[in-house]
């Protein structure tokens, strides 16, 4: 392989027009339950170029899975609530009548699912997995399909093909399993894949290797990707852009570079915080963000993170920050108090002498496992007075 | 999976000798002599005739001699002769088989074309107004008896309109229509219960696994709806159907002794039930093991349908 072929001299082939290949607008997903209205998606905007790659990063319960599934439009059912506007190729999907959406799904857009465990049908042999689709789209007999799957088993490097294509899932390891899983959404040649957590259900050895196939076969086929991931880890080297998303919205983007440089989310610095790192000693307590994910139907008010915010000031409370740029680039981030700024300094010295718990764990290291009881009234509690405080020093 | 297959045969073959060894003690153990059982009530009873019968039936062997001789006969086909009238049990059993058989296998045949596609579309659209009709027809279904459904069938269909026979039995070899129209009523009036069963079997199981990641990484895929509900979610939501309709199947094939009285049909339950008015040990005895061993067969044919269906069974063994 050239030297040449890395992600920054990928070069759009002849002939593909120039339009980025997905464009969303205040995409909305929003599901009607017993309880209410979960707004899991709740107007999220991203652009994509053909061959590239976007890392969409969250929590559980951030909205992460349901935006990939909504611009496939894969969540099925009454309750589903969808709005905003999602262009494939310049065609809006959402209008595209529910009854036609199979003849693009596998073929334009495809999805490698997180539990190679469950994804594969365990009463269906690898094969016919594999085939199925390729001959439905594309009308290709049984025994030419056969060849296709062989050569793409292949290609996924699944050893001994040949044998494997007459094997049941529960035959496979789960590395191979999730490689089927792959060749499966490879099968029809897809223009943009959806990797949701493809590496989650994973043993860790195996993990990189599934995430390096990945990513060999998107370069070869230019295919665009969107890796859908709970760890920073996972997207650091192989996104071109992230996007962090919370409670349904997305609180930041960035190129990958500029995002692990110069981040200004508290909650990316969250994230970042929470992936172990090598240096530290062993049995060192892992930093986990305090508090729980945001309910969905309820929102907080203002700013969804606030609650569990190490910075939050009172503005934070009341109203929710609109995604501004950063001045002369292409990072965006929504926050009153972003990190690096001196206000946000000035909040956390601020949030740190009030004790505010997660402002108290960060500043000594310390795990907040054992606060996630009340910590929500009890840190909004202590930012109003320690701004009452303030004020009452001030005058 | 040849090798799971041979392992369930041996295991049939000895469910088989267990169950007819406990149908041949217990029935030993019935009070009363035995002679007198063997008897006609109104025979002549002289010391000769009771010699003879015990000579016969090896009455003065131990028991566990008598038990192997009658496997020694049963084995090769001979399930004794009758005391009334000189029946042999086997021949019964040869005659009436193929009509309780027909009439069983038409019934679940009916249930399931029918139970299926109901399922199918009351788990795919749960709450809709469809699925609402069919559970409610279900409903009535499994609360009528299946006497009640004979009579309403015979009173419309061959008294009403006389389209079908009220009574009797026309063999398949003597006219198949004429066959066609005798199995149609009994095998209905079996087959609503059936449907009913089978139909909420299905639509729970489907229910369950149209929840599975795996449908929705084949509807992904751009796989028409009917091709994922076939070819992909029936198969694993059918192996609770598969064991219900082997009891089923079970029980009807050891005569269904209500629906062949109302209808008339020369089947096995009909002459068991006669069998133990009149006392007719031996015939009893015969078709006692006769339908223990149905049963027994038909489990053993479900079991290896689970490995069919299934393949993860094969590898994990049941």
């Known amino acids: 392989m050239a030297k040449s072929d890395t992600k920054t001299a990928r070069l759009v082939p002849p002939g593909l027009p120039n339009e980025p290949l997905l464009?969303?607008?205040?995409?909305?997903?929003?599901?009607?339950?017993?309880?209410?209205?979960?707004?899991?998606?709740?107007?999220?905007?991203?652009?994509?170029?053909?061959?590239?790659?976007?890392?969409v990063v969250g929590e559980s319960g951030s909205g992460k899975t349901v935006l990939a599934r909504s611009i496939m439009r894969l969540n099925l059912g009454d309750h589903v609530i969808a709005s905003g506007s999602a262009k494939f190729e310049g065609k809006e999907l959402l209008d595209i009548p529910m009854s036609d959406m199979p003849d693009l799904w596998g073929v334009e857009m495809a999805m490698v699912f997180q539990d190679p465990m469950t994804s594969l049908n365990p009463v269906v042999k690898i094969g016919r997995q594999v085939t199925e689709h390729i001959r439905h789209h594309h009308g290709t007999s049984k025994s030419d399909a056969k060849d296709a799957a062989i050569a793409l088993l292949k290609s996924v490097r699944i050893p001994?093909?040949?044998?494997?294509?007459?094997?049941?899932?529960?035959?496979?390891?789960?590395?191979?399993?999730?490689?089927?899983s792959i060749a499966i959404a490879l099968a029809c040649g897809p223009k943009l894949l959806f990797a949701d957590e493809p590496t989650t259900a994973l043993d860790v050895t195996v993990q990189h290797s599934i995430l390096n196939l990945l990513a060999q076969q998107q370069r070869e086929r230019y295919m665009a990707m969107i890796m859908v991931t709970h760890d920073l880890g996972v997207v650091a080297g192989r996104a071109d852009e992230i996007m962090v998303m919370y409670a349904g919205k997305v609180v930041e983007r960035a190129p990958t570079k500029t995002l692990f440089e110069d981040m200004r989310h508290p909650y990316t610095e969250?994230?970042?915080?929470?992936?172990?790192?090598?240096?530290?000693?062993?049995?060192?307590?892992?930093?986990?963000?305090?508090?729980?994910?945001?309910?969905?139907?309820?929102?907080p008010n203002g700013c969804s993170f606030s609650p569990r915010c190490a910075y939050a000031g009172p503005r934070c409370f009341e109203e929710a920050p609109p995604l501004v740029d950063v001045p002369g680039s292409d990072h965006q981030f929504a926050c009153w108090l972003p990190v690096g700024s001196e206000e946000g300094k000035e909040a956390f010295e601020r949030n740190l002498a009030a004790r505010v718990p997660q402002a108290v764990a960060i500043a000594e290291g310390r795990v907040t496992e054992d606060l996630t009881g009340d910590l929500e009234q009890a840190a909004a509690e202590a930012v109003a007075e320690a701004a009452a405080a303030e004020e009452a020093e001030g005058t | 999976m040849a090798k799971l297959i041979l392992s369930r045969l041996v295991r049939l073959i000895l469910t088989?000798?267990?169950?007819?060894?406990?149908?041949?003690?217990?029935?030993?153990?019935?009070?009363?002599?035995?002679?007198?059982?063997?008897?006609?009530?109104?025979?002549?009873?002289?010391?000769?005739?009771?010699?003879?019968?015990?000579?016969?039936?090896?009455?003065?062997?131990?028991?566990?001699?008598?038990?192997?001789?009658?496997?020694?006969?049963?084995?090769?086909?001979?399930?004794?002769?009758?005391?009334?009238?000189?029946?042999?049990?086997?021949?019964?059993?040869?005659?009436?088989?193929?009509?309780?058989?027909?009439?069983?296998?038409?019934?679940?045949f009916f249930a399931l074309i029918i139970a299926v596609p109901l399922g199918i579309i009351g788990a795919y659209r749960p709450k809709s107004k469809t699925d609402s009709i069919i559970s409610g027809i279900n409903q009535v279904f499994i609360s009528s008896p299946n006497y009640l459904v004979a009579a309403v069938l015979l009173y419309v269909l061959s008294v009403r309109y006389g389209l079908l026979p009220t009574v009797g039995w026309t063999r398949l070899g003597d006219s198949i229509t004429g066959n066609l129209k005798s199995v149609i009523m009994p095998a209905l009036s079996l087959a609503l219960l059936e449907i009913a069963i089978y139909t909420r079997l299905i639509k729970t199981d489907m229910s369950a696994t149209l929840q599975e990641d795996f449908i929705l990484s084949a509807r992904a895929k751009g796989l028409p709806n009917r091709y994922?509900?076939?070819?992909?979610?029936?198969?694993?939501?059918?192996?609770?159907?598969?064991?219900?309709?082997?009891?089923?199947?079970?029980?009807?094939?050891?005569?269904?002794?209500?629906?062949?009285?109302?209808?008339?049909?020369?089947?096995?339950?009909?002459?068991?039930?006669?069998?133990?008015?009149?006392?007719?040990?031996?015939?009893?005895?015969?078709?006692?093991?006769?339908?223990?061993m149905s049963y027994v067969v038909i489990n053993t044919l479900i079991d290896i349908a689970y490995l069919v269906v299934d393949p993860r069974t094969r590898s994990r063994g049941v």
């Open chain 1, 160 to 180: 001994e093909a040949e044998a494997r294509f007459n094997a049941y899932p529960h035959e496979l390891s789960g590395g191979m399993r999730q490689r089927v």
């Open chain 1, 23 to 55: 464009q969303v607008k205040d995409l909305k997903t929003h599901f009607q339950v017993p309880a209410g209205i979960v707004r899991a998606v709740n107007g999220v905007s991203l652009t994509l170029d053909r061959g590239k790659t976007l890392g």
């Open chain 2, 228 to 292: 994922v509900l076939f070819r992909h979610a029936l198969r694993p939501s059918s192996l609770s159907l598969i064991t219900v309709l082997g009891l089923n199947l079970g029980a009807l094939l050891g005569g269904t002794v209500v629906i062949e009285f109302i209808f008339g049909l020369p089947g096995i339950g009909g002459k068991l039930l006669q069998s133990v008015f009149s006392r007719d040990v031996v015939m009893v005895q015969g078709l006692a093991v006769f339908i223990s």
């Open chain 2, 16 to 108: 088989l000798l267990a169950v007819s060894a406990l149908t041949f003690f217990l029935l030993k153990q019935l009070p009363g002599s035995e002679i007198d059982a063997l008897l006609p009530p109104n025979a002549p009873r002289d010391p000769e005739t009771i010699a003879l019968l015990e000579e016969r039936f090896n009455l003065n062997d131990p028991l566990p001699v008598q038990y192997f001789k009658w496997l020694g006969n049963a084995v090769q086909g001979d399930l004794g002769t009758s005391a009334f009238g000189g029946l042999s049990v086997s021949g019964q059993i040869k005659d009436r088989l193929p009509i309780t058989a027909e009439l069983a296998f038409v019934s679940v």
């Open chain 1, 270 to 299: 969250a994230l970042m915080r929470s992936i172990p790192k090598v240096s530290e000693r062993s049995h060192t307590r892992l930093s986990a963000i305090a508090g729980r994910p945001p309910d969905l139907i309820n929102p």
